[in-house]
């Protein structure tokens, strides 16, 4: 079983107030919270509560980029077509999600980034490469000498338990909750169809409808 759940939280009144030039401008991404749940396993989480205009005010639930997300999950199904690995990073923290393939069942695992250093190491840069995939990410390394070399980045498990689930659901429940918040964008804030955020995320949708 394969699930996402997610939940926008926005500053409504601000948003409403923007022409589409402003909204453009200010909101690459839609901010909010996500589950994605791998048979009980789940990475992130959701709140079915009331979100009161003071937790709001204080940052609550308001962690995540969402369509962001969404975007990064619709690539990741795309490669998964052609592609036996596919690990992306989950945003804005050294973690990754690693899906492996073999035929129509996907092995999930949730991978954090170890920094190590070694001894004449000037600096090193975990998270400089691409935030995705279809090989085990590299390291760019500077030694003091001034040397420079890439090395493979050393992962360990996280508490998220090794999961499967198939190609297939986790390809339908990537197209069903994209457009489900595809539509809800557009239901939300009408005056806003023709943004870039909503092209982008529509065009993002139609890449996968044909798999």
Known sequence: MFEIKYRLVL???EINSMSLEEFDK????????????????????????????EMYEVGCFQDEWVTLWFRNLIKAAKLLVSNNYVMFSEIEAPVWIELTKSNNLIKVRELREVYHKIEGMED??????????????????????GEIFFRDVKMEETSFKENFITATEFQQE???????LLTEI???????????LIKTLEESINSIKDI
């Open 124 to 145: 090193i840069d975990c998270v400089s490469g691409p935030l995705m995939d279809t090989k085990p990410i590299k390291e760019e390394v500077v030694l003091k000498s």
């Open 11 to 13: 500053d409504m009144n």
């Open 186 to 196: 557009k239901e939300m804030f009408p005056d806003k169809i023709k943004s870039k």
């Open 174 to 180: 990537i197209k069903n909750k994209s457009n489900m």
């Open 26 to 53: 200010e909101y690459d991404d839609l901010e909010g919270i996500i589950e994605l749940n791998f048979n009980g396993s789940k990475i992130g989480e959701t709140f079915e509560g009331e979100i009161t205009e």
